[in-house]
């Protein structure tokens, strides 16, 4: 079947504007994950929905960051009044099984965010 | 958060050569994972490691969980050109998941 799709592929806004990024999952997947890929880095963890369970916020940097999921389908993640440290790949991935840290992952292609 | 120490950050290799890259950590790790990443692709699982001293090969990949489970290493033998792209090592445990910075690695042919 399809794998973890996201939208846009590439993105460019200006300094202080909101962006809106998308993430369709595996069919079938309950869990989903958000990570932010700086140039040169490696992958940081932002936030994981489970089914219906309350989200981990736990690795969103700040508030200006917020992600929304409804019940095991497609998840937004939105960044208000953007910066330029926020210019990254952001990532998502998806699993069948439940917990943060299962290894069994599937990540999209990812959303190249450019803040200019 | 810090991030796993991974070396090298770019390895340019000959086809047919054997390469080794690792990761390090101050902090025990009760899993290790290594990633490939191919341009404009997400991440990849090549291997999962899941003991301390665990060796696995998948092909011509060989990783190995460290005794002291602070460490790993990846091997890929005889590379061939389609080897190319940012390998990353993640080690998780009870509290946390962590990525290395990744290895990018180039074949000549």
């Known amino acids: 079947g399809a794998g973890v799709s996201q939208s846009p592929s590439n993105k460019v806004t200006e300094k202080g504007k909101d962006v809106e990024l998308r993430c369709d999952p595996i069919?079938?997947?309950?869990?989903l994950y958000w990570y932010r890929q700086r140039l040169g880095q490696g992958l940081e963890f932002l936030i994981y929905?489970?089914?219906?369970?309350?989200?981990?916020k736990s690795g969103l940097p700040s508030d200006r960051f917020s992600a929304e999921r409804t019940g095991e389908s497609v998840s937004t993640l939105t960044i208000q009044r953007t910066q330029q440290e926020d210019s990254a790949v952001y990532l998502c991935?998806?699993?069948?099984?439940?917990?943060?840290?299962?290894?069994?992952?599937?990540f999209g292609p990812g959303t190249r965010l450019t803040v200019l | 958060g810090q991030q796993l120490n991974q070396s090298p950050q770019s390895m340019f290799i000959q086809e047919g050569e054997d390469v080794s890259m690792n990761c390090t950590s101050s902090?025990?790790?009760?899993?290790w994972l290594w990633y490939k990443q191919d341009p404009g692709e997400g991440p990849v699982l090549l291997i999962a490691?899941?003991?301390?001293?665990e060796l696995t090969s998948n092909g011509r990949l060989t990783a190995q969980f460290g005794i002291t489970r602070k460490d790993s290493f990846l091997n890929i033998s005889a590379s061939i050109p389609s080897d190319v792209g940012i390998y990353f090592c993640?080690?998780?445990?009870?509290?946390?998941?962590?990525f290395g910075a990744g290895t990018r690695l180039t074949v000549k042919p």
């Open positions: 490691l899941y003991k301390a001293g």
């Open positions: 902090s025990i790790f009760n899993t």
């Open positions: 069919s079938g997947h309950t869990a």
């Open positions: 993640a080690g998780t445990n009870n509290n946390d998941m962590r």
């Open positions: 991935a998806s699993s069948t099984r439940t917990g943060r840290l299962v290894s069994e992952q599937f």
């Open positions: 929905f489970q089914g219906n369970s309350a989200p981990d």
